[in-house]
């Protein structure tokens, strides 16, 4: 009986043959490390979930303050901010997204080449990590500055709004210095 069992498994492991490599297909990428999608987010400054500490403990994200302007009842001031802070903030993580994107390029191309050593790897990781660093300074940044811009109230009900739950409470967040005024 063992020896059924076993003549009937072999022809199936045999047809299964070796596991394909998550990374097969991304040899032709142009870099290797990242999608065509992860490029143009680098590239355009998008959040990437950079903030997400921030976005999921009651700091709203400027964007999405902007694109919610009318149901959190935003005042002129509140929304000329709003953009003036979403555009900074774009701005900032589009250029050192385009660092990084070169920097990923740099490190691609000199795995490829064979041009690489211990001295030249630690130093690309290590720019690459700073400016990973920066852009996520710059998202997580934007969402203290619309925290200080909103109300207690605009934040509860933007909390609501993208679905983070109706329980929070005035006492939930801490005062919000200069909220709802022009600074």
Not at 87 to 93: D, I, L, T
Not at 124 to 149: P, S, W
């Amino acid at each position: 009986m063992k020896w059924l069992y076993l003549s009937m498994l072999l022809p199936v492991i045999a047809v299964a043959g070796p596991e394909q490599s998550p990374y097969s297909g991304q040899q032709s990428r142009p870099i290797k490390a990242l999608s065509a999608s992860q490029v143009k987010a680098y590239l355009e400054g998008q959040g990437m979930g950079y903030a997400k500490p921030a976005e999921l403990n009651h700091y709203p994200g400027p964007r999405h303050v902007r694109e919610l302007a009318g149901q959190l009842k935003l005042s002129a001031s509140q929304l000329r901010q709003t953009r003036e802070t979403e555009r900074r903030m774009k701005e900032s993580a589009s250029a050192l997204g385009a660092q990084l994107v070169e920097l990923e390029r740099s490190l691609d191309e000199a795995f490829a080449s064979g041009q690489i050593d211990d001295d030249s790897l630690a130093g690309k990781i290590m720019q690459i990590a700073e400016l990973d660093g920066q852009i996520r300074l710059a998202h997580l940044a934007a969402h203290l500055e619309m925290r200080r811009l909103l109300s207690s109230e605009q934040i509860v009900l933007y909390d609501q709004l993208r679905g983070y739950g109706s329980r929070h409470s005035r006492e939930d967040h801490p005062s919000h210095e200069g909220a709802g005024h022009s600074h």
